[in-house]
């Protein structure tokens, strides 16, 4: 019995504390992305970084640390990760080094959101695939925006078609929003610096706007969309005559775009896929479809 608690009292001894594990982690954090902001040279070069590299930029970056920290500390301590084995490990240095100089130069939530979790999935990959694969979701994160989180994240959900009389009244809440990929629109274009139409019944006076710049991020976002097999493009139908029977063919003109699967993988991967549902195609320029 004597030698049974001696044993136990040298486990507790030996055991790292949470404390102990926290320091682990930010040591790892601190080698890992060690310099990443570090200008190389002085003089113009210097100044210039001084100019490109804001405290905006050096604010995210230093969030983004600090919660990646905090939710590898928490891994830490409940035994999913050692920060033994991320120090052993040049891929995960690399994963995050990478991700820390992507999070500086960028901003949206959103975004910083899927950054983090692209981090976390590759820390507690358990094959060198799945790591590898975070490597690809951060080069493909990198590459867009928050325009184009929110335009693919809206296109995953199911939406449907809403009255004249709703989009006036805006009920059920988020309406009008429907109309421009769940952003806010407005019926004062005074408010607006440069308003543009997106929406307008027929003769009828009412009209919502948004900022022309919005919409045209937006419309660039969809376009990249396409081109990085993130989604789908919609084809416009024409009809012709075979004979005497009436058919339909495909035309080069795309009007609108619908989810790919690609696009539903990588936002599987960040967290922000919605439910799974049938998802409805939506046509540019029409009310959403029930």
Not at 159 to 175: C, F, V
């Amino acid at each position: 019995m004597q030698a049974d608690s001696t044993k136990a009292a040298s486990d507790d001894l030996n055991a790292s504390t949470n404390a102990e594990r926290a320091y682990d982690v930010g040591s790892f954090m601190v080698k890992a992305t060690a310099g990443v902001l570090a200008p190389v040279g002085g003089g113009v070069l210097a100044a210039a970084f001084d100019l490109i590299v804001t405290d905006p930029a050096i604010r995210r970056r230093d969030k983004f640390l600090t919660d990646v920290n905090e939710r590898l500390t928490e891994m830490e301590q409940s035994g999913v990760i050692r920060a033994k084995d991320l120090e052993d490990s040049e891929e995960i240095s690399s994963l995050l080094l990478k991700a820390v100089q992507t999070a500086t130069r960028s901003s949206g939530k959103q975004k910083l959101e899927a950054l983090k979790e692209i981090v976390v999935k590759g820390i507690t990959a358990k094959e060198a695939a799945s790591a590898s694969q975070a490597q690809v979701m951060l080069a493909l994160v990198d590459r867009i925006t928050e325009y184009h989180i929110i335009a693919l994240n809206w296109r995953s959900a199911p939406r449907r078609q809403y009255s004249l009389g709703q989009i006036r009244d805006n009920i059920p809440e988020g309406a009008r929003q429907s109309l421009h990929y769940g952003q806010p629109v407005f019926t004062d274009k005074q408010s607006l610096q440069e308003p543009v139409i997106v929406y307008q019944y027929g003769v009828s006076d009412f009209v919502l706007y948004v900022e022309k710049a919005s919409k045209t991020a937006f419309d660039v976002a969809e376009a990249d969309l396409i081109a990085l097999g993130l989604t789908k493009p919609i084809y416009q139908m024409e009809e012709y005559l075979e004979g005497r029977k009436r058919e339909k063919r495909q035309t080069n003109t795309i009007i609108g775009a619908e989810i790919s699967e690609l696009g539903k993988h990588l936002l599987r991967y960040i967290g922000l896929m919605q439910k799974e549902q049938k998802t409805i195609r939506h046509v540019v320029g029409t009310m959403p479809v029930k």
